[in-house]
């Protein structure tokens, strides 16, 4: 029988993916040091109007995404826009990329995902194909039998989004208490696979942004198709570290700001669908 070791990351993801001290690459590094040299030019964040469309403006000045695109939405997308020039509004001195996570999807869904806005259709298939990957390494598949801590948080947060998604799109999750990985079924991955196809490049943009954020494809799912709440998926992609958390104890300004990271990433990935829902 042909087996695989469970996938490197799946063991210490929570030992070095979360950790403050990981090595940072040299684009990181850049990145840092150039968020410095950013500073606030503008008095007011808000929004102009006409009958088909809101833009948002930055002193009158339309807001514009790093590939040159004006953030504007239809009409009826208003409130969305009312919460991107909120959140340029609520930036303080120097700007910081990381308190734009709404804007972040915003350009990521017009400068990549967007047909109207870009020729180039295959980096959505790509990002796709990456996304895909997570469904065989998704965390919530792979349990632990002790401790008793860890195991009442998988089956509180885990195993309700396993079964809402065999029962959403009648599909099968296979899940493992083994080192081996799992691989999930071949009709399961196609018809998850065109779901996310079908995805708007909003969607598809917010839906990326869960995913990489919580480290689980199914968790991302759960919560861009309302299957679970922010504060749900929240403490689904936290389970493991709650559980070190009520072991260890917390870790001053590590765990905290870890849980406020999460929460504020996944709340701007239900804001930026939520005209989905309405």
């Known amino acids: 029988m042909k087996s695989a070791l469970r996938p490197f990351n799946q063991i210490t993801r929570r030992y070095i993916h979360r950790t403050p001290f990981a090595c940072q690459s040299e684009s990181e590094a850049a990145a840092q040091r150039a968020e410095r040299t950013l500073k606030r030019f503008w008095k007011r964040a808000g929004i102009k109007e006409d009958q088909e469309s809101v833009t948002v403006v930055l002193d009158h000045r339309n807001l ?23 959140e340029w509004d609520s930036q303080t001195q120097n700007l910081k990329a990381h308190s734009l996570p709404l804007t972040s999807i915003v350009a990521r869904a017009f400068d990549t995902f967007d047909p109207t806005r870009t020729l180039d259709t295959t980096v959505r298939t790509g990002v796709i194909d990456k996304l895909m990957q997570y469904l065989d390494t998704d965390a919530i598949c792979y349990h632990e039998e002790f401790p008793e801590a860890l195991t009442q948080l998988q ?113 701007s990935v239900a804001v930026a669908i939520m005209h989905k829902h309405q």
Not at 77 to 86: D, K, N, P
């Open 155 to 267: 089956d509180t947060y885990w195993k309700p989004i396993i079964e809402w998604a065999q029962t959403t799109f009648d599909v099968k999750i296979d899940t493992t208490t083994t080192i081996f990985a799992v691989t999930q079924p071949k009709e399961t991955r196609e018809k998850l696979r065109n779901i996310v196809e079908q995805m708007d490049s909003l969607e598809l943009a917010a839906f990326e942004k869960a995913v990489m954020s919580s480290k689980s494809f199914l968790i991302g799912l759960a919560l861009v198709k309302n299957g679970i709440t922010v504060e749900t998926a929240a403490r689904a992609a936290h389970v493991e570290m709650t559980a070190q958390m009520e072991r260890w104890g917390e870790v001053e300004d590590s765990h905290d700001v870890e849980r406020e990271y999460i929460r504020q990433t996944l709340g």
């Open 64 to 86: 514009r995404t790093p590939g040159k695109h004006i953030v504007q939405f239809p009409k009826q997308q208003r409130q969305l826009a009312l919460l991107t020039a909120a």
